[in-house]
């Protein structure tokens, strides 16, 4: 892992990789051969999750602006007066059509089985 370090003398920061076992061994200055702090600098992943943000964040073409989630459309629609209608996805859009296509393909095989289909004139 890579730690950062910082120097209060000479106000010098470096990186030092170490392992996890080591993490307690001190770390001096290479210029002025003071003892190091450790400094925490967290992840992004670690700044979402103690911001409490949520990590995709998509366009809602009906509110017109970048929404964060659920509760952020629902904030944003009590702001601006507005009540949201349906909660279809469009994935549950996308298994509507898919599921009709379907039923029009299998309707259509069954009618070939039946003799209604004529191949190539034979």
């Known amino acids: ?43 992004i992943k670690q700044l979402l999750k103690m911001g409490g943000m949520q990590e995709a964040s998509e366009f809602n073409p009906g509110l017109g602006q970048v929404v964060r989630g659920k509760s952020h459309v629902k904030e944003i629609c009590k702001e601006k007066g507005l009540e949201e209608i349906g ?24 009618e070939a089985d039946k003799g209604a289909w004529v191949g190539n004139g034979e």
């Open 1 to 43: 892992m890579i730690y950062s370090y910082a120097c209060n003398s000479c106000q010098s920061e470096i990186d030092i990789i170490k392992s996890y076992k080591d993490l307690d061994r001190d770390e001096f200055c290479l210029k002025c051969t003071s003892k190091m702090c450790h400094v925490f600098k967290p992840s």
């Open 87 to 110: 909660n279809e996805t469009t994935e549950t859009i996308h298994k509507h059509f898919d599921d009709k296509r379907a039923e029009a393909a299998d309707k259509r095989w069954e």
